[in-house]
């Protein structure tokens, strides 16, 4: 092979290399400068990459694949791969270019945002809030939206074991860290955060610990969620909020006055009493109710027989109260699936998507991704030719 060959196959192998995406930055590695020196030596080539931080979680994995795409260059019989890390200088130059010019601390999800932000509320805690969370964010992330979720139940979270991101020490899997920028754990393509990758178990079998702060530290957690996660380009951020109407729901009234608000509750009268306040303090804080979820509603058995075994109507009559301008968006049914499958950290709409559940679920995701953008008011990032 002469020279220019091999610098032509040189060229080819950077090519193929920096198309393979970080798979917890989701970009390609030549976009994020994490290329090196790149050979090719007869039919061998000698790959250079820079990992961002020592113990990077996601260095098999892109080692594998930058090995596979250097070996598909026509030509290209053997790889030898250099993996090193970024120095802090180029760590700080990568930090820079995902905030894409926003300064520290500097929240991406304004009212001049295009993701479209939603806090999934209740009135009280029990009505499975958090597995219809979930499972919204995975059926939204299987549309082809890139959807981002945070857990903002700092007291009650639960979100990282319903999607089986769980550690082997029984903890949840903890984000990693590029200087002051978090990068949020990926599950069912949904980027995920929560306090409980944060906290971790005394022993084998211990519990996780617990979270025992007052209002100026969940505010101080919220906000950090928002502004020190880099969630990258998202078209969804959902909120799983804690129940109720406290410290958490006024701070995210505070911090995302824009977010759409959706509220669950179950058909009994205890519960859906209850649903219309977190509603009624939503709009108090500018957010907009854009529909009810009625989740345990009534299923039906084997032999035709329907139970209901929490009553029936109650989301509807939220809806009601809300006003004409709220619909009743989905009722999903009580599913054995759908419980087994959350305490196996397994997203029902994937395991099992002819479930009436899953497909209630799925329904209300369709429903919601087809829905207009409130843009009213908001200043959108165009420039006039």
Known sequence: MSDIDGVGAADAVRRA??????????????????????????????????????????ADRISREVTAAAASVPGIDEVVLNVGVMSPDERRGLTEKLRGGRATREMPFGPDSLTRVIAVTSGKGGVGKSTVTAN????????????GLIDADVHGFSIPALLGLTAPDGGAVQPTRIDELMLPPVAHGVKTISIGMFL?????????????????????TVQQFLTDVYFGDLDVL???????????????GQLLPHADVLVVTTPQTAASDVAVRSG??????????????????????????????????????????????????????????????????????????????????RSLAASIAAAPRGLSGRSLPMRPL
């Open 17 to 58: 290399v920096g198309a393979v995406s970080d798979p917890e930055l989701r970009r390609p590695l030549a976009e994020l400068d994490m290329l090196r020196d790149i050979r090719v030596d007869g039919a061998i080539a000698t790959v250079g990459i820079a990992l961002t931080i020592v113990g990077c979680p996601a």
């Open 136 to 147: 919204l964010a995975v059926a939204l992330a299987e549309r082809g939206l890139a959807v």
């Open 200 to 220: 971790r178990r005394g022993d084998a079998d211990g519990p996780l610990g617990a979270v025992a702060w007052r209002g100026p530290m969940l505010h101080r």
């Open 238 to 252: 959902l909120l799983d909020m804690p129940p109720g109407t406290g410290d958490v729901a006024i701070s995210v």
């Open 280 to 361: 009624l303090v939503a709009r108090q804080t500018g957010q907009r109710v854009i529909g009810v979820v009625e989740n345990m509603a009534a299923m039906t058995l084997p032999d035709g027989t329907v139970l209901d075994l929490f009553g029936s109507g109650g989301g509807a009559a939220v809806a009601r109260v809300l006003g004409d301008d709220v619909p009743l968006l989905a009722s999903i049914p009580l599913s054995p699936d759908l419980r087994r499958d959350a305490d196996a950290g397994i997203p029902a709409v994937l395991s099992h998507p002819d479930d009436p559940a899953s497909a209630a679920i």
